[in-house]
């Protein structure tokens, strides 16, 4: 929906109002950061743009403000940034919504809250100007997302160094469009980006990384499981059982729903699982290799060290111990 508004803004089609509500923040900066600094030509914008932040704005100057007509423009821009840090903030906007002026794009961000979508104010926000309500992405939309914003700029990245970062970042969306900004800083005239980028530039390791300890026990590799559980020992940061634990949980899981797909399709597959067909192929090694009795059991082994891991029915063993005993039992 962000993205249909700006899009709109584009063809200078407006509305009067645009209420950002919802979690992810990135939807709304990136609507606020337009509605600033795209709207109006730097001429214009010298009188006919007002910012005001939830924290310290009054009322009186943000509803005067919206009535103002546009000086030497078609329109005027009036921004509240931060508007969940205003209080009655619906009793205090309605009247204005009521009878909005068309010449004055009012924009609120209300970031981590959201208005009572059955009330007076969300129906009086719908028919005079635009709601929308932010959700974070889940985990099996970001690979087609993130890839979509690389595309967008005119550059390619390969399957393996897309799942490293999304592996890597997760999904923090202003982090990731900020490691992909870094990269294509950096890669002088090249147009795709590589394995080699994403441990250059945002400082994964193509070698050491959850994506390939799930290869690793995808294949039964002992050997490599536990070169990379040393790394991972000897750098801490690099793989915390906080974010090993959770994605292998998320690999047999997906391994697990496998055995109840019917069709042999990897394109299919992919669907079913919610992955990118690219790495079906992983699925359907371990699914051969554990069979369903060791998926089952790598699942609940993760459940078990997963509360060892907090503490639970464990006196202290340390995280990367956890993780060899665990891995070592898996592959039995």
């Not at 690979?143 to 393996?160: D, L, M, V």
């Not at 490599?224 to 915390?240: C, D, M, Q, T, V």
């Not at 067909?277 to 609940?300: H, M, N, Q, S």
């Amino acid at each position: 929906m962000t993205d249909k508004i700006i899009a709109s803004w584009k063809r200078k089609e407006f509305k009067p109002v645009y209420w950002l509500e919802g979690e992810e923040e990135y939807f709304i900066d990136e609507v606020m950061n337009y509605a600033e600094h795209r709207i109006l030509s730097e001429q214009e914008a010298g009188f006919n743009l007002t910012v005001f932040y939830g924290k310290d704005a009054q009322w009186a100057d943000v509803i005067n403000a919206c009535r103002r007509y546009p000086m030497f423009a078609e329109r005027q821009v009036v921004l509240l940034k931060e508007g969940q840090q205003m209080k009655d903030i619906e009793k205090h906007l309605e009247a204005y919504i009521e009878h909005p002026l068309d010449t004055t794009v009012f924009v609120v961000s209300f970031k981590d809250k959201k208005v009572d979508g059955r009330g007076k104010f969300a129906k009086l926000l719908k028919q005079k100007g635009e709601l929308v309500t932010t959700k974070k992405m889940y985990d099996n939309q970001l690979p087609e997302w993130t890839n979509a914003r690389i595309q967008s700029r005119g550059y390619t990245i390969s399957q393996k160094a897309l799942a490293l970062l999304i592996d890597h970042i997760g999904n923090d969306l202003s982090r990731l469009v900020n490691e992909v900004d870094k990269m294509i800083v950096n890669l002088s005239g090249r147009t795709n980006i590589s394995e080699d980028d994403i441990e250059r530039f945002v400082g994964i390791s193509k070698e050491y990384n959850v994506f390939e300890l799930n290869d690793a026990l995808a294949q039964k590799d002992l050997y490599k499981a536990i070169r990379i559980l040393n790394y991972f020992e000897a750098n801490p940061k690099a793989g915390p059982n906080q974010l090993l634990l959770p994605s292998l949980y998320g690999f047999f899981a997906k391994v697990f729903m496998l055995y109840g797909v019917e069709s042999k399709d990897e394109k299919s597959i992919a669907s079913a699982l919610g992955v990118n067909p690219f790495f079906v192929k992983d699925y359907i090694t371990a699914a051969r290799k554990y069979e369903y009795g060791g998926v089952t059991r790598a699942l609940l082994l993760l459940h078990e060290y997963n509360l060892r891991s907090i503490g639970i029915n464990d006196p202290g063993t340390s995280d990367a111990q956890l993780m060899k005993e665990m891995v070592i039992k898996m592959m039995r």
